[in-house]
């Protein structure tokens, strides 16, 4: 009977996990170690990494946010890398 009185939830087929280069916002801000607050923010200014949007979502690829994070790299609190 524990079976029957499974919630909507646990109902709910989920696909199955998909190996992407594509990062939602909320993936991509992880992966970059900020805030999805600051991710939105840089995206808003036009200084975050590069993004695409797939049937209307914002997606970030990976390379993308590598590539954005390695422009910001820095030697000391002075210079930034010339790399």
Do not use: C, Q
């Amino acid at each position: 009977m524990a079976a029957e009185d499974a919630t909507d939830s646990e109902k709910r087929v989920r696909a199955p996990p998909v190996d992407s280069p594509f990062f939602s916002a909320d993936e991509a801000a992880i992966y970059l170690r900020i805030s999805l607050r600051a991710l939105e923010n840089f995206r808003a200014t036009g200084e975050g990494p590069a993004y695409r949007k797939h049937g209307g979502r914002i997606v970030y690829h990976i390379h993308d946010l590598d590539r954005w994070s390695a422009r910001r790299r820095f030697r000391s609190s002075a210079k930034r890398d010339e790399e």
